[in-house]
């Protein structure tokens, strides 16, 4: 993103507009839009192809999320760097990926972004800036400190997005990246995305915080809470925290949140939520019908746009799945590539 | 006095032990991320929560560190916790617990604490879950004194050796291969142990010994039974526990056979098959070996996600029968 | 400790007087200046006999910081449990160990309280209710909170006491364990010792907040400061916090402010603070000094006194000395011992 | 062109050889606890903040695991950090960012990136530190694929393997035995490399050959220094490397001498000595053998503090005289 032009408008008109539709011009929003819907049709054409035994293994979806995502990016350049999640498909695309080496990875395949050694839960884009989902919860988070570290010994200018759960703040990691962030303040981002449920135990039992963002008084710096299913709340406090992460005055939590409609993985009984309570997130809370009404009530969209935006997220999908189909799976006697840098002769 | 034969699943026969400890022993409770409701990332708790309890089946917040400390403490004080990690990977989050804390500390204070907790690692690659979720660190583990470490093969075994392990006064950390969740087998009802640190004859054999651990059983048996249409003979050995190691079965085992064959899925360098070669190599057994000493184990990479290449960083059946038809055959 | 009795006197000057002069009785007053005694001479004596070649390894001294564990332990019963630290005699003796016993320990001894096994980072007095000092910075406040899980699942009405450093406040050790006492409410008492120093890294130059205390915000539990080389205010806060305990509302964190004299082990060259800072936390701050011209400003002891303590604390760190000299060392042969709680056959 | 010689201690040799690569190299920088104006728990980094700034000398809050992952993140990006954990023990608290993320980064995004990063660790016993600050744990950072362990055993290749660490893009891990910090040795000036994965003949003998380890190497030369008064002719092989295990030098010695005695300091079962035993007792050099591979390691016990007991526990000069004295007579 990052290519976000001023609206040309009255000023007045314009102090009643919700951020986003102060900052962004019509173009940059209605690619905002497309790209909530790509985040969502790819990971519905994850699930399906991983349904038709396509894809194997495990995968974790953030329909549901895709505002967040999209909100964080919004003021990255493409030299910034993110980590992110087992849940990071959404933030893969938000920075930037191409879905096509994106399925090209979960068919395992050497056309995608990890030559078929990652998968979903490795899924990156280091030339885009996505420093590579996790595996481990919390995992990322000192890496994100360690890639901010660079940033400022090497006067990159780069800022560090670190995106987490809600459950990954009761890791030791969390507290320890985050303090040494403060101390020496350093270009990050933390953003933890608080879906209410670390895979089947909610907040409330695993943390002893109402939010999240509470917790960075302990750490010295900002804890912002938003609506992460509203994409302009989240993309003004990722502005703020970026633009403060660049003045070098240190790291920002920003607490997003939001909910996921999937089960946790793709082994989820659900039993810890209840069915109405998904279905209240889903029909009266979801982050891109609720973007649309906007879009359409400040005019820069209409029906047929959206559809034209639908058809085009679907060919791109479909073009998608079929790159991946096509591609060639790695050899297995190149099973030990990649494991050191220079490969024994 | 055996109960009727009765199958159960791996995953069934942990659950089952651990419901038995529970109602036989108050002090019995099981901590673990997402194993009330969820019934755990494995299903191995499964509904137990609603049987004991959220006291006794405590869900933790996602803490692996302090979890597993608090799981020693509580130990270390009269209870008897029972500590799920939801993958073995995880355990590198807690090495300071298990390693410093758990194993050393009876000896650090001159014997006057025990520090009874158990401790369960969901093992081992084949899920396509790729290199962070498909670790075997067992190595790791048995290479450290104060410890206990079991790779219990069967339902039967999982069971027997759970329940020895929850009995035992030291700390016992057991690996359970992910695969193995689903297999089925007999287990008796009711109580009943299997010892640590014996290891098992599981099919006897002139030709060559195999050892091997966990999922590895299994298919040295497969191939054990490939081989026997060959006319060789296989003894298989199950290791069940990789400290304290059980050496006179396997130094007896080879007396006879004159031929060794390990075969482990973890990293074969530093791998529990190194062990059992030096075990023989500096035994008396060494003066009847005939051939060089077999090890089958893990390549030497991360667990990829692509399935072929998954499959092919593991000993797979055919791999061992060629190990062991080489061997016998002189080719080695 | 613990058998505080409430002296007697009129309501109007008690309510002037300060916390310990109100709760405990003469009898209770002198013997706290006695153990505050015990612990520096014991260390004195210890540090003595390593100069003389006499102690191996290394050690932690805790000099100047004797108030802290008088008054943290003072409402402690013998049942009630503590998890300490590498810098552990303190708390050792102040929850009521044998200093004969921890000199053999540091000689390496059979009779030491870890038959040999431990010495001075791992001095325990289990049957006295100390679970141990740690080799690990942060390693005992999961252990502690496990010990109070216990307490709490067997209704032994127990509480426990977990000491730490300002320097263990930035292990993830300290977050997980805090976060998980809270969420399940249990019967446990954080003492961060707060000495300025995690060895020589200064609390500014290591952590994210002004005070260790503001971090309890972060767990949703009380936060209390106090000064550390004031015994009153330390016992007042550990009452306070245990009785909180006891009735089931959960932990508090209590940061403790104090000095240690010493360099951080036996091998500092102090290069990371002045002598005038020492100068003055020895000179205008010392904790047992501060105490004695209380007791003696209400009355409660005078010079003679004063002097009668320090004559029979020395003699008894002489005892205590001598004890551990001719005590027996461990068989080579039973180096395996200990190992298991069955010995293999 | 090799420089006047000169002394170090192993300890300066680290030193002048992290001041050099942090002069040439603008990426190279050093993170750890109490390593600025402390000078590091045992003065290696010294001065070193004075000359080059806390900027390049960053003393870490006590967050090990954090510490590793920023170590990590800074590699993947760009840096070349040193990491120094302040005794190697602490790993326990790091063993995620250095195996699940280090050791694996690479290979789990398909060749995308590569994590140059150094971790220095001060290992092993005979400091009265006790159970919890003197263990020897390479042997599990070995059993890792994507990691490279050294061992280095004198100043001059303490220097000239840290520099090579300090070049090689993949994460490399030094394990320094803490009572060779003092030991001194020629030491040439400026730069210069010794090779990772190659060990040394740093005996020739025709009796037998000794793999040792770090410290273990020069109790294993004065012991073939007594073992020659007695006609028995040792060849010490200094292992070095523990991954990638330079197997052939180790090999061609055995095909020599046809006996092998392995000793190290860490934990017999499952350490370095088992994966000699086992790479021999697999290879040709099986059919030179004369007698079964002996291992002399660490006892199965936490490290005691009792300096008696502390001693016990290692191999000492005596224990390697007698084995391979037993060994080379045929007692053995
Ligand atoms: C260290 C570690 N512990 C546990 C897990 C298993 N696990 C994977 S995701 C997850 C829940 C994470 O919750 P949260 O951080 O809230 O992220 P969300 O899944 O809600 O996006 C758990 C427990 C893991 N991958 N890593
Ligand atoms: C996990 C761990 N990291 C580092 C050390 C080395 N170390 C021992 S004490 C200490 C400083 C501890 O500072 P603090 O917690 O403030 O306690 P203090 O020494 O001031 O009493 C350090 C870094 C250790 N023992 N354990
Ligand atoms: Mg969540
Ligand atoms: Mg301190």
Chains 1, 3 share one sequence.
Not at chain 2, 93 to 98: C, F, H, R, S
Not at chain 2, 167 to 181: A, R, S, T
Not at chain 2, 304 to 310: A, G, M, Q, S
Request: charged share 25%; hydrophobic share 40%.
């Amino acid at each position: 993103m990052g290519a976000a032009r001023k609206r040309t408008a009255s000023g007045d008109a314009l102090a009643n507009l919700p951020f986003a539709f102060r900052q962004y011009d019509a173009a940059t929003l209605r690619d905002v839009l497309r790209k909530m819907y790509l985040i969502r049709r790819f990971e519905e054409g994850a699930e399906d192809s991983y349904t038709r035994g396509l894809i194997h293994g495990t995968m974790h979806l953030s329909i549901g999320q895709e505002a967040s995502a999209m909100g964080i990016c919004m003021p990255l350049q493409p030299a910034d760097q993110i980590t992110s999640t087992h849940r990071g498909h959404g933030h893969c695309i938000a920075k930037g990926a191409d879905v096509k080496r994106m399925f090209a990875e979960f068919f395992g395949k050497t056309t995608g972004y990890c030559k078929g050694r990652g998968g979903s839960m490795h899924i990156a884009d280091v030339a885009g800036g996505n420093l590579g989902a996790n595996g481990i919860v919390g995992g990322g988070i000192p890496i994100a400190v360690g890639a901010a570290l660079s940033a400022k010994k090497m006067k990159t200018g780069k800022v560090v997005v670190s995106f987490f759960g809600d459950g990954a703040n009761n890791e030791g990691a969390f507290h320890e990246a985050l303090n040494m962030a403060s101390v020496w303040k350093l270009p990050v981002i933390f953003v933890c995305e608080n879906n209410g449920y670390g895979m089947s135990t909610s907040t409330e039992r695993s943390t002893a915080v109402k939010n999240i963002a509470d917790r960075a008084v302990a750490y010295s710096m900002p804890g912002v809470i938003v609506d992460g299913n509203n994409f302009s709340e989240v993309a003004e406090a990722s502005h703020a925290a970026v633009e403060r992460a660049r003045a070098g005055e240190g790291p920002t939590l920003i607490e997003s949140k939001t909910y996921r409609y999937r089960g946790h993985s793709k082994s989820d009984r659900n039993r810890y939520r209840t069915k109405e309570e998904i279905d209240d997130w889903m029909t009266n809370r979801d982050p891109i019908l609720a973007f649309e009404t906007e879009l359409k009530e400040f005019g820069i969209i209409d029906d047929a746009g959206i559809e034209a935006i639908r058809e085009d997220v679907k060919r791109e999908i479909e073009e998608g799945i079929e790159f991946a189909k096509v591609s060639p799976s790695p050899d297995v006697r190149d099973v030990a590539q990649f494991v050191y840098t220079e490969e024994p002769a | 006095m055996d109960a009727t034969p009765r199958e159960l699943s791996y995953a069934q026969a942990i659950q089952e032990a651990m419901a038995l400890a529970m109602e036989a022993d108050e002090r019995v409770f099981l901590m673990g991320e997402d194993i009330g409701v969820y019934g755990g990332a494995f299903q191995v708790t499964g509904d137990l929560v609603e049987r004991f309890g959220a006291d006794r089946v405590m869900d933790t917040p996602i803490s692996e560190l302090g979890g597993a400390g608090v799981a020693v403490g509580a130990a270390m004080t009269g209870m008897r916790p029972i500590f799920e990690f939801q993958f073995s990977d995880f355990a590198t989050l807690a090495m300071e617990q298990i390693v410093n804390q758990a194993a050393k500390m009876r000896y650090m204070l001159g014997g006057e604490v025990s520090v009874p907790v158990v401790m369960r690692f969901p093992a081992g690659s084949g899920t396509g879950a790729a290199a962070q979720h498909s670790q075997s660190l067992e190595a790791w583990l048995g290479h450290v004194p104060g410890l206990k470490v079991i790779q219990p093969a069967t339902p039967h075994d999982a069971k027997g050796m759970l329940l020895a392990a929850i009995e035992d006064p030291d700390p016992v950390m057991i690996f359970e291969h992910k695969l193995l969740y689903k297999m089925k087998g007999p287990v008796p009802e009711g109580h009943y142990t299997v010892p640590i640190g014996k290891a098992e004859v599981r099919r006897e054999g002139r030709d060559v010994t195999v050892v091997a651990t966990s999922i590895m059983v299994h298919k040295a048996l497969d191939a054990a039974e490939t081989l026997a249409g060959e006319g060789i003979d296989v003894e298989v050995i199950d290791l069940k526990t990789v400290r304290p190691l059980d050496r006179q079965t396997i130094i007896e085992s080879v007396r006879k056979t004159s031929r060794l064959v390990s075969v482990h899925e973890s990293v074969k360098t530093l791998g529990i098959g190194a062990e059992i070669s030096a075990t023989i190599a500096e035994s008396d057994a060494f003066d009847y070996l005939d051939a060089p000493i077999v090890r089958l184990g893990g390549a030497e990479t991360p667990i990829p996600y692509n399935p072929e290449l998954e499959k092919a960083v593991v000993p797979q059946v055919p791999d061992i029968v060629a190990a062991i038809r080489d061997l016998v055959s002189g080719r080695r």
